[in-house]
């Protein structure tokens, strides 16, 4: 593959990431736990499309994947262990069981102590601190007010106790982490083998309409009015074809899932802009 289209996949891909890594981020999920779940997504595509021999070739899954061979036989060995499920510790996770767990953060009978946020005195424990221990590089401030906001701490007389150990993001349900799942696959899915297609026409019904000017919010509703009638209309139509068709799928013949995904979206134009465009705007050069 030459440079130039891996340089290519390379903006696309941080483009669709955009709006994934917000939401990871949103949930706790950290850079680390997403590293890993790559690496098992490399490791299970090499061996299921580009490696179709019987035995796991771990060298060869390596020069595939650019993955060493140790992390290649991490990937299987966790894998294939019943029931092994590492736990990856947030930033404000780990702030937390120091503040719980480290005896100079505890008072008597291992109760956490108030802390001031910041101090001159060195022999005193303070916020500050307990950050720059446990959290590295992380801005104090910004740890305080996301563990005062999930409820974790409190601010008492000028001091920061901690109220519970355990910091919770906002919550999805199971249902719609799915969902989300299965849209981005299939998106992605159609997308991916249109542009790989091998032969002209051979690709899946994969088109866009936009407004060429954009919209204003007025007219953006608008539409949203619009196509939730209509695009609902036209999705019932797929379904009563489905339907009406059940009996072309013959007992014992292979079937695959399949159907019509439609979305609304909305674009953020400076979301979609990149990171060298948003670190010159914010003075760094």
């Given at each position: 593959m030459g440079q130039e289209v891996k340089d290519h996949l390379r903006a696309a891909l941080s483009l669709m990431f955009k709006p994934l890594i917000r939401l990871l981020i949103a949930q706790g999920v950290t850079h680390a736990e997403f590293s890993e779940t790559a690496k098992e997504v490399y490791v299970e595509?090499?061996?299921?499309?580009?490696?179709?021999?019987?035995?796991?070739?771990?060298?060869?899954?390596?020069?595939?994947?650019?993955?060493?061979?140790?992390?290649?036989?991490?990937?299987?060995?966790?894998?294939?262990?019943?029931?092994?499920?590492?736990?990856?510790?947030?930033?404000?996770?780990?702030?937390?069981?120091?503040w719980y767990s480290d005896p100079k953060y505890q008072g008597p009978y291992g109760i956490p102590l108030e802390l001031p946020y910041e101090t001159s005195d060195k022999e005193t424990p303070c916020f500050v601190d307990l950050v720059k221990q446990y959290s590295g590089d992380m801005a104090p401030r910004q740890m305080l007010d996301q563990l005062v906001e999930a409820g974790s701490?409190?601010?008492?007389?000028?001091?920061?106790?901690?109220?519970?150990?355990?910091f919770k993001f906002s919550t999805l349900s199971p249902s719609l982490i799915k969902r989300l799942g299965e849209v981005g696959y299939r998106v992605f899915s159609t997308a991916?083998?249109?542009?790989?297609?091998?032969?002209?026409?051979?690709?899946?019904?994969?088109?866009?309409?936009?407004?060429d000017d954009g919209c204003t919010k007025e007219q953006i509703e608008m539409f949203n009015d619009f196509i939730k009638v209509r695009g609902q209309e036209y999705l019932e139509e797929i379904d009563v074809w489905f339907s009406s068709r059940k009996?072309?799928?013959?007992?014992?013949?292979?079937?695959?899932?399949?159907?019509?995904?439609?979305?609304?979206?909305?674009?953020?134009?400076e979301d979609a802009g990149t990171l060298r465009k948003l670190l010159i705007e914010r003075g760094v050069e």
């Open positions: 595509i090499a061996l299921r499309h580009f490696e179709l021999e019987g035995r796991v070739n771990r060298s060869r899954v390596a020069i595939l994947t650019g993955l060493t061979r140790k992390e290649v036989k991490n990937v299987i060995d966790r894998t294939i262990e019943s029931g092994y499920q590492e736990k990856t510790y947030s930033r404000p996770e780990r702030v937390l069981t120091g701490v409190i601010e008492v007389e000028g001091r920061y106790k901690a109220v519970r150990r355990i991916a083998k249109n542009i790989d297609k091998q032969v002209e026409g051979s690709g899946y019904f994969d088109r866009m309409v936009s407004a009996e072309l799928n013959k007992p014992g013949e292979k079937r695959e899932e399949t159907g019509m995904y439609m979305v609304h979206y909305v674009e953020d134009a």
